[in-house]
């Protein structure tokens, strides 16, 4: 399967015009084979001091298929024991690279791919994705998803230049990074509601187009989830697929706003580890987990509005207690009251969030129930519960609570924060 980045790329009904940066996108059996032939003799061969990135386990898993690519490139492997996309894997990256480097190839998940595209950006070098494991939606991201100095960041990065996705490798990653792909993509019920949401109440920008792309990726695995956990090529490829069509949602903004918020803030917050320990986890799966218990609590707050039992308040001002004794302790509270400035919640004009109460009910009546949304990740092999990813119950109010401080980015459990359900005054 070959997509035509170009069809992207162009002036949109949004008033956009939306820019596309990869160039080559190709997911198929033998990808690795046009890639090796790109490199030879097609458009990649101007580079002749190309470096590879991989971890251990992804190194495992190509270094046979990817003999003559190896035989090309400098490469760098990395430990995959406590690997995560942070200054200190960055600094390893830098002390070994060698000068002249003029191309990066990131062969690996979303880890190494974060690494990768932070360094290419920091360094102004292009760089190849090479997806091992369909577990991730970021392969073709403009952003890069970092822990700095313990703070969850998302920093503005660069899309690869190329995507080599080859099916006899991500096809035969562990079941476990495919279902963690999957629960990625469940996670756009809820921000995309959170992206709606927010440009009805603040007329922050919005594009339908982009969001039908979102829509789209999440169509195009439901039909399939079985055979996905069972790994029919087929239906593996369909998923990398609608992997990438998010990530080319999020560089057609040139943000992660279609694909990111209030289920993901969940999982950054985890990743924080200030309420709880480390956590043996991947990514896919903290986002499945928040993404069931932010739908259960969107579908409370839309219950409420629907009985007359929820009503708007004014910005009460910041939790600064709450953020002091929870960020203050790892030395974040600096980081997350900067990330937080000025507070967004200023913006939002309780006479409107008053009127459009009945609207945004709506839209949460649109999202899948509780019970159809766990019967999708259950199909799939997908984690659901605190339980699954090495929490307990009593983390999940206060992760509701503080999840929307982790980023700057509007959702409905921030606006949350200006509202009250009669009988939980």
């Given at each position: 399967m070959r997509v035509d980045a170009d069809d992207f790329g162009r002036p949109c009904r949004c008033g956009k015009e939306h820019h596309v940066d990869v160039k080559e996108i190709l997911i198929e059996e033998g990808a690795v084979d046009a890639l090796e032939e790109a490199m030879a003799d097609g458009f990649l061969k101007e580079y002749i001091s190309p470096l590879l990135i991989c971890d251990?386990?992804?190194?495992?898993?190509?270094?046979?298929?990817?003999?003559?690519?190896?035989?090309?490139?400098?490469?760098?492997?990395?430990?995959?024991?406590?690997?995560?996309?942070?200054?200190y894997a960055v600094e390893i990256v830098e002390n070994c690279m060698e000068e002249d480097i003029d191309l990066i190839l990131a062969v690996g998940g979303g880890t190494i791919h974060d690494i990768s595209r932070y360094v290419a950006c920091q360094y102004r070098i292009?760089?190849?994705?090479?997806?091992?494991?369909?577990?991730?939606?970021?392969?073709?991201?403009?952003?890069?998803?970092?822990?700095?100095?313990?703070?969850k960041k998302t920093i503005p990065a660069v899309a690869p230049l190329a995507v080599f996705?080859?099916?006899?490798?991500?096809?035969?990653?562990?079941?476990?990074?495919?279902?963690?792909?999957?629960?990625?993509?469940?996670?756009?019920?809820?921000?995309?509601?959170?992206?709606?949401?927010?440009?009805?109440?603040?007329?922050?920008?919005?594009?339908?187009?982009?969001?039908?792309?979102?829509?789209?990726?999440?169509?195009?695995?439901?039909?399939?989830?079985?055979?996905?956990?069972?790994?029919?090529?087929?239906?593996?490829?369909?998923?990398?697929?609608?992997l990438i069509l998010s990530g080319l949602a999020m560089q057609m903004v040139g943000s992660s706003r279609p694909a990111s918020c209030a289920e993901h803030h969940m999982a950054h917050l985890w990743d924080m580890g200030v309420i709880n320990g480390n956590l043996d986890a991947l990514h896919g799966e903290k986002v499945s987990v928040g993404t069931m218990l932010v739908l259960k609590e969107y579908k409370r707050i839309?219950?409420?509005?629907?009985?007359?039992?929820?009503?708007?308040?004014?910005?009460?001002?910041?939790?600064?207690?709450?953020?002091?004794?929870?960020?203050?302790?790892?030395?974040?509270?600096?980081?997350?009251?900067?990330?937080?400035?000025?507070?967004?919640?200023?913006?939002?004009?309780?006479?409107?969030?008053?009127?459009?109460?009945?609207?945004?009910?709506?839209?949460i009546e649109d999202l899948p129930d509780e019970r159809e949304l766990l019967h999708y990740l259950e199909k799939a092999g997908c984690c659901s519960s605190v339980h699954d990813i090495g929490l307990t119950e009593e983390i999940i109010a206060p992760s509701l609570k503080l999840a929307p401080y982790v980023r700057r980015r509007l959702s409905l459990l921030r606006i949350s924060k200006m509202l009250k359900i009669k009988g939980e005054e």
């Amino acid at each position: 399967m070959r997509v035509d980045a170009d069809d992207f790329g162009r002036p949109c009904r949004c008033g956009k015009e939306h820019h596309v940066d990869v160039k080559e996108i190709l997911i198929e059996e033998g990808a690795v084979d046009a890639l090796e032939e790109a490199m030879a003799d097609g458009f990649l061969k101007e580079y002749i001091s190309p470096l590879l990135i991989c971890d251990t386990n992804t190194y495992r898993a190509t270094e046979e298929i990817m003999e003559e690519i190896y035989d090309r490139c400098q490469v760098l492997v990395l430990e995959a024991a406590g690997l995560h996309a942070d200054n200190y894997a960055v600094e390893i990256v830098e002390n070994c690279m060698e000068e002249d480097i003029d191309l990066i190839l990131a062969v690996g998940g979303g880890t190494i791919h974060d690494i990768s595209r932070y360094v290419a950006c920091q360094y102004r070098i292009p760089f190849v994705s090479v997806p091992t494991a369909a577990s991730v939606d970021g392969f073709v991201s403009t952003v890069a998803a970092m822990t700095w100095n313990g703070l969850k960041k998302t920093i503005p990065a660069v899309a690869p230049l190329a995507v080599f996705a080859d099916t006899n490798i991500f096809a035969k990653a562990p079941k476990r990074l495919t279902a963690s792909g999957l629960s990625d993509l469940f996670g756009k019920y809820i921000c995309l509601a959170d992206w709606k949401i927010s440009h009805m109440l603040t007329k922050e920008y919005y594009c339908d187009y982009v969001a039908e792309l979102e829509e789209k990726a999440l169509r195009t695995v439901k039909s399939c989830l079985r055979d996905i956990a069972d790994g029919d090529e087929e239906s593996c490829e369909k998923l990398m697929y609608a992997l990438i069509l998010s990530g080319l949602a999020m560089q057609m903004v040139g943000s992660s706003r279609p694909a990111s918020c209030a289920e993901h803030h969940m999982a950054h917050l985890w990743d924080m580890g200030v309420i709880n320990g480390n956590l043996d986890a991947l990514h896919g799966e903290k986002v499945s987990v928040g993404t069931m218990l932010v739908l259960k609590e969107y579908k409370r707050i839309a219950d409420a509005i629907r009985d007359g039992r929820c009503r708007v308040i004014g910005y009460q001002g910041p939790e600064t207690e709450l953020l002091e004794q929870t960020f203050g302790r790892k030395g974040l509270l600096d980081g997350i009251q900067k990330e937080n400035e000025p507070e967004l919640l200023l913006s939002l004009d309780p006479k409107r969030l008053e009127s459009k109460l009945g609207r945004i009910a709506d839209l949460i009546e649109d999202l899948p129930d509780e019970r159809e949304l766990l019967h999708y990740l259950e199909k799939a092999g997908c984690c659901s519960s605190v339980h699954d990813i090495g929490l307990t119950e009593e983390i999940i109010a206060p992760s509701l609570k503080l999840a929307p401080y982790v980023r700057r980015r509007l959702s409905l459990l921030r606006i949350s924060k200006m509202l009250k359900i009669k009988g939980e005054e």
